[in-house]
């Protein structure tokens, strides 16, 4: 049974996903406007509601691993039938946050493996857990696999193992921006266009291909030499990629799951609330 503590880090882990759907505007991406139009109400409703769902599954993720103490492959195993069974939850709550799924359940292990660790010192305990293959995993590859295959793109499982490098540069922009004087939401967006800018997104690869993918990057890297969404260049950059990536129907829906991790790493050290109420897990 989760304790406090990892009901906790599930807990920063869900809010750390509800704050980067609440972010807007994000290009190409599910935000709060879309409440305003009938078509897309009910899907950003359902996405916020789905990744409440993640609560027990991720609560389960951080009492296994305080339970196992290190990152051995018996661990892994264990993450990969959480992760299952919690996709199975959110599926039926309404679905999505796949991607959000893999980055927190293996960053809130490795805060629970370590407290005390923070920032690069819990994406290096992820990269460990990583790296043990999940054996009890379909053997038939997921999509995201056979987009990383055909491109040669690192795909989640290669950013997991790299340590979350993507992760480590959003760390890194939030920081810078909140430095310049940015606020919160500011320094956000230039996150997440940081990501954007260089992520080798299997999503995008998918559906509109290598040429897709430059293009999505390069708008990217307008906003932030132009200043960064803080600055009024930037948020005329930002305005205008935002509506061409509506206007395409493109989705960067990797660089999202990614910020959410960064904004939950961000956010350690947790602490559990005296006379907690644990909640049920997967």
């Known amino acids: 049974m989760p304790s406090p503590e990892d009901e906790a880090l599930a807990r920063a882990a869900v809010a750390a996903l509800t704050g980067q759907l609440a972010l807007a505007p994000k290009p190409g991406l599910p935000d709060p406007r879309d409440l305003a139009a009938r078509v897309t109400r009910r899907d950003h409703r359902g996405l916020r509601w789905s990744a409440k769902a993640l609560a027990p599954g991720l609560a389960a993720m951080a009492a296994a691993a305080r339970r196992t103490g ?3 492959p018996g ?9 299952r069974c919690t996709e199975h939850s959110v599926g039926l709550a309404g679905g999505g946050h796949r991607g959000a799924l893999w980055t927190l359940g293996l960053l809130v292990a490795a805060a629970a493996l370590d407290p005390r660790a923070r920032g690069v010192e819990v994406a290096a305990t992820a990269k460990r857990i990583a790296a043990h293959p999940d054996r009890a995993a379909p053997r038939r590859p997921s999509r995201g696999a056979t987009v990383s295959a055909k491109y040669g793109a690192a795909g989640a499982r290669g950013e997991a193992r790299a340590g979350f490098p993507h992760v480590r540069r959003a760390l890194d922009a939030l920081a810078r921006a909140r430095t310049a004087g ?3 939401a500011e320094a956000r967006l230039d996150a997440l266009l940081t ?3 260089t992520l080798q997104d299997t999503e995008l690869l998918h559906t509109v291909g290598p040429l897709g993918l430059r293009h999505v990057q390069a708008g990217a890297r307008e906003v932030l030499e132009a200043g960064g969404t803080s600055t009024e260049p930037g948020a005329k950059a930002l305005v205008a990629f935002d509506a061409d990536l509506h206007a395409r129907a493109w989705s960067p829906r990797g660089s999202a799951g990614l910020l959410s991790g960064a904004l939950f790493v961000d956010a350690l050290p947790v602490t559990a609330p005296r006379g907690a109420v644990l909640t049920g897990a997967v």
């Open 195 to 197: 990501v954007m800018s």
């Open 70 to 72: 290190e990152p051995t």
């Open 75 to 83: 661990l892994r195993a264990e993450l990969g039938a959480i992760g």
């Open 182 to 184: 940015a606020d919160e």
